[in-house]
């Protein structure tokens, strides 16, 4: 079994962290993250900014240096960020740009549609949104026709499901994250998910899991395991995140 981690946080307190609301994170460094995951086979990984750690890109670029060239970034920024920036951190090994539309500390969501386009023409990246499925129906035309983008934790709502089905027939991803904070059937979501398109999810620890009701465990590895064959397996734990964030 090999995995690409494709959604953790690093939270170095050496840098700007900012109380989202009136939440503080623990610390949560590279050599926690390599120590936690030292029993499993990670061959890489995407570290997405959260919430709290705003727009600096300091503490990412960082964490990359440390973990080497199989990770990459997953970062938020803002609209007024220049191209020459944008370069830069994709030069450094960011590969996304992420809209954080459940807890904030991102660009606003009116931006999505020329902003997710705007990182796309100029280096590649896709889009990842964390936000409730439910949230998406108003939205569900202006994604669908993006280039690339990807849903965080399931959607994270039942009522939400359905919307996320639709977007995966249109090519979204979504990312196999965070059963413990979701409101959902982790099992029924997934097959559903992969029976649409079987490239969709992409597994990631969600380490060191802030905020969710229960944190990761390796239960949720062996959940997918029990759910697919071998090859399936492989497809979401390794395969199809390695291809989205290292086209």
């Not at 999505?112 to 409730?132: N, P, Q, T």
């Not at 990807?150 to 499901?161: C, K, N, R, V, Y």
């Not at 059937?185 to 079987?198: E, G, T």
Request: charge should be negative; glycine fraction near 6%.
């Amino acid at each position: 079994m090999r995995i690409f981690d494709a959604h953790f946080h690093i939270i170095d307190f050496d840098f700007p962290i900012i109380e989202n609301q009136g939440y503080t994170p623990p610390s949560y460094v590279v050599e926690d993250y390599q120590q936690e995951t030292a029993h499993l086979n990670v061959m890489g990984g995407a570290i997405v900014s959260g919430s709290f750690q705003g727009f600096d890109q300091d503490y990412l670029l960082k964490a990359l240096k440390q973990l080497g060239s199989a990770f990459c970034g997953v970062t938020q920024l803002p609209y007024s960020v220049t191209d020459d920036e944008i370069i830069h951190l994709h030069n450094n090994g960011v590969r996304a740009l992420r809209f954080n539309i459940k807890r904030g500390g991102s660009e606003d969501l009116s931006k999505l549609d020329s902003f997710a386009r705007r990182v796309y023409d100029l280096v590649g990246w896709h889009s990842e949104l964390y936000i409730d499925a439910k949230e998406i129906r108003d939205i569900t035309s202006t994604i669908e026709k993006l280039p690339a983008v990807s849903i965080d934790h399931l959607g994270l709502s039942e009522e939400g499901l359905p919307y996320l089905l639709k977007l995966v027939d249109k090519g979204v991803r979504v990312k196999a994250t965070g059963f413990g904070r979701v409101e959902l059937d982790v099992k029924n979501a997934l097959q559903s998910i992969y029976n649409i398109n079987p490239d969709a999810l992409m597994f990631g620890t969600d380490l060191p899991s802030t905020r969710a009701k229960r944190p990761f465990a390796y239960a949720d590895i062996e959940l997918i395991q029990q759910l697919f064959d071998e090859q399936a397996a492989d497809k979401i734990l390794y395969k199809n995140a390695m291809k989205w964030y290292f086209k």
